[in-house]
């Protein structure tokens, strides 16, 4: 079926559901390169037009990528939760964001209305509303996960200690965990970006992680981002807190990924049968980005954003511990510049906040990206007022093994400062207990007493 | 009372400095309230004016073209489809096609192009690939047929279209890579065996970070020779290739 938007006497005609997405979507690189891009701001508005007029039922029945060829469009279609959506049933993409910003509208409600919502309908509004539409709704969303500690409360967000090091060199990587801890950071997670995926490697580093956590009792969880066919072959041997893995929206996407659904459950039953958790059991973590399906040559023509958001189906169906979208790291021909990454996250945190994800977000960039230390402090402040879950702890915001910027400990510092925001609070206690930060959330002189104990 | 003030500091430091010596990760920064000193904070500043500008960097081609005379080897120009910088970072597909206006002669049967590009790193490849070539031509023009080619915008795959309209069986594309703060002018070398466009990047090999404080010239044409000699014994490249070989390069 035709979809169609008359603008000034000039009729606009797109020829299915995926077009008008990808035409109404917000300007950006990767969709240009896709060749899916609206031609000119016109057609883009005339998009937007069409967009809002459509019901959201029909997302149910026209799908994007047919339900024979793909088991993400299956997962998402056999999931629905029909209850769920029978309150915005009758409702139009534009009368959904009216209806998401309403006053009466609150987090509770969005919560129960979850899993009636598909990563498409979500995707949809999202491309009608504006960068503070995105951060309005988001910010109503409380989504609470638990393993050894709680993260995402309002009021706190937390950071993933993130010490990578080129060589794995178990000395380098104490050196930055020690910062990372002393400034405050690493209750999301301490989570290392291995440079070799092979099993004795990443069951060193998850050893090393876990006599630490243990010798100092720090209420956190570990992981070492190894690909998931590595961690389930360790997973007997090696104390695996959280149990990684990238995903995408498509099957084939998933595929050149090195997995599928049944793999994914595969790990989530090992991981809860684990169950090394404290106060919870949520142990999966997913990270995701726009652009990758693209980059892989498995989009469909579908938009990357509206990809993005069905990666999240995937994601929702193992009650993730945390779901981290990598923003800016694919590169500038994704995500052009610091305005085209900002969208990017506000959207996906958005978007995965709706679906009823622990979204977290990577404010990051690669240096060919136009962006810079200025671009990612407005990000993260946009994201900390929009309720995110959680951010990277990069020391200095380098990261020298995967030579992009992130944001710093510092960076949660200032975070935390302004918004008022905390630490996890039992990670908060820890950190009073060690004289690390004060009940104001200042660090303290850090003595060289505390440092003994530590290195 | 104004002097005691005057000399203040207002810096809270930290006591784990000598943990510095054992990575190169921005540790021990101290800090001023809940941001970065100063001092800190535009010593990042600098090294990302350095890597910004190296992106932006020109290929000296002329300068290039010229140096290449030295080998004695027949030298090829070619163009991308790429007309700009700012295109050349969107649209990766442009970089890796050329323009319908080339103009060279088929059928030269080379065994062995080097073909050098800018990248990511214009600044990498006007510094680095001509000792590169230096160190590692002489081991190789006896035994094998060289061509040299140059292309501005290029992506690594444009090595494939270079080689189909000349006739090669094997390409080492010398290309700049993405810059990192702390290695801006890094030099990557990727090789093909029978090269063809539309092959993917699991048919490559790949030898990187060439720079200052990375790999030296001398052991990335070690590695380049090695690639090259199992690559005509065995008549292929890329992840085959490397798996039997993870000795020579973990060393």
């Not at chain 1, 990587?173 to 209750?187: E, P, Q, V």
């Not at chain 1, 992680?209 to 590595?230: A, G, M, V, W």
């Not at chain 1, 007997?236 to 050149?256: H, R, Y």
């Not at chain 1, 990051?364 to 962006?371: D, F, L, R, V, W």
Request: overall charge negative.
């Amino acid at each position: 079926m035709a979809y169609k938007f008359t603008l000034s006497g000039k009729t606009y005609s797109f020829k299915d559901l995926k077009t008008v997405l990808a035409k109404a979507t917000p300007a950006r690189s990767g969709d240009a390169l896709a060749g899916i891009m609206a031609e000119d701001n016109k057609e883009r508005i005339a998009a937007q037009h069409c967009l809002s007029e459509i019901p959201l039922k029909k997302f149910l029945e026209d799908l994007l990528i047919p339900y024979e060829n793909d088991e993400v469009t299956r997962l998402i279609i056999d999931d629905h939760n029909a209850k769920a959506f029978e309150s915005i049933s009758g409702l139009t993409v534009g009368e959904f964001r009216d209806y998401l910003l309403s006053y009466e509208v609150d987090g509770e409600i969005l919560q129960k209305l979850a899993l009636g919502i598909t990563p498409e309908m979500a995707a949809a509004v999202s491309k009608i509303m504006r960068n503070q539409d995105l951060i309005s709704v988001a910010q109503k969303i409380e989504v609470v996960t638990k393993f050894r500690n709680t993260v995402g409360k309002k009021g706190h967000f937390s950071i993933r200690l993130q010490p990578n090091n080129p060589s794995d060199d178990p000395k380098g990587i104490a050196a930055s965990i020690i910062d990372g801890l002393m400034y405050g950071c690493g209750d999301a997670l301490i989570g290392i970006n291995p440079a070799t995926d092979n099993p004795q490697e990443v069951s060193k580093l998850l050893n090393q992680l876990d006599d630490f956590r243990q010798h100092y009792e720090i209420p956190t969880q570990n992981c070492i981002l190894s690909h998931l066919t590595t961690t389930l072959e360790i997973i007997d041997k090696a104390p695996v807190d959280l149990i990684f893995q990238s995903i995408g929206g498509t099957e084939k996407m998933n595929s050149s990924f090195g997995i599928d659904l049944k793999l994914l459950k595969e790990a989530y039953d090992t991981g809860t049968e684990l169950n090394r958790g404290t106060i919870g059991n949520q142990m999966m973590y997913f990270e995701t980005g726009q652009g990758s399906s693209l980059s892989a040559n498995a989009h469909h023509g579908v938009d990357q954003q509206t990809l993005e958001a069905r990666a999240y189906a995937v994601a929702r169906k193992f009650d993730p511990f945390l779901v981290n979208t990598v923003v800016g790291f694919i590169g500038p021909e994704y995500l052009y510049d610091g305005k085209q990454i900002a969208r990017a996250a506000l959207e996906d945190h958005f978007c995965g906040k709706l679906l009823g994800l622990p979204m977290g977000c990577d404010v990051c960039y690669t240096n060919h990206a136009e962006a810079d230390q200025d671009d990612m402090d407005s990000l993260l402040t946009l994201l900390g007022v929009a309720g995110c879950n959680y951010f990277m702890g990069v020391p200095g915001a380098d990261d020298i093994m995967l030579n992009y910027q992130s944001t710093s400990f510092h960076d949660a510092m200032y975070l935390r400062k302004v918004l008022h925001k905390r630490p996890a609070p039992e990670f908060e206690e820890w950190l009073l207990k060690m004289g690390i930060m004060d009940e104001r959330g200042n660090r303290n002189e850090i003595s060289e007493e505390i440092l003994k104990l530590k290195s | 009372m104004s002097k005691e003030i005057s000399h203040k500091s207002y810096l809270q430091k930290d006591p784990w400095e000598n943990l510095r010596s054992l990575s190169k990760a921005r540790i021990a920064l101290g800090n001023s309230g809940g941001s970065l000193p100063t001092k800190e904070l535009l010593s990042f500043q600098e090294d990302h004016a350095f890597t910004k500008d190296a992106i932006y960097s020109e290929l000296k081609e002329k300068e290039l073209l010229e140096q290449l005379k030295e080998f004695d080897l027949p030298v090829y120009q070619f163009q991308t489809k790429v007309s700009n910088r700012k295109e050349y970072l969107q649209r990766p597909d442009l970089g890796k096609k050329l323009s319908n206006n080339r103009n060279t002669k088929k059928s030269e049967n080379f065994d062995i192009l080097f073909i050098l590009t800018d990248g990511l790193a214009a600044e990498a490849i006007n510094e680095g690939a001509i000792p590169l070539l230096r160190e590692i031509i002489p081991k190789l023009k006896n035994d094998r047929k060289i061509g040299l080619c140059l292309v501005k915008y290029g992506r690594v795959a444009i090595g494939d279209e270079i080689a189909t309209s000349l006739n090669a069986i094997f390409t080492a594309v010398l290309i700049g890579e993405r810059p990192g703060l702390s290695s801006p002018k890094s030099m990557g070398v990727y090789t093909t065996y029978d090269p063809k466009p539309g092959i993917t990047d699991e048919r490559r090999n790949c030898i990187s970070n060439i720079h200052e404080n990375g790999l030296s010239i001398d052991r990335a044409s070690k590695l380049l020779q090695y690639f090259i000699k199992e690559s005509f014994r065995r008549k292929l490249s890329g992840v085959k290739l490397k798996s039997g070989n993870s000795g020579i390069i973990e060393k």
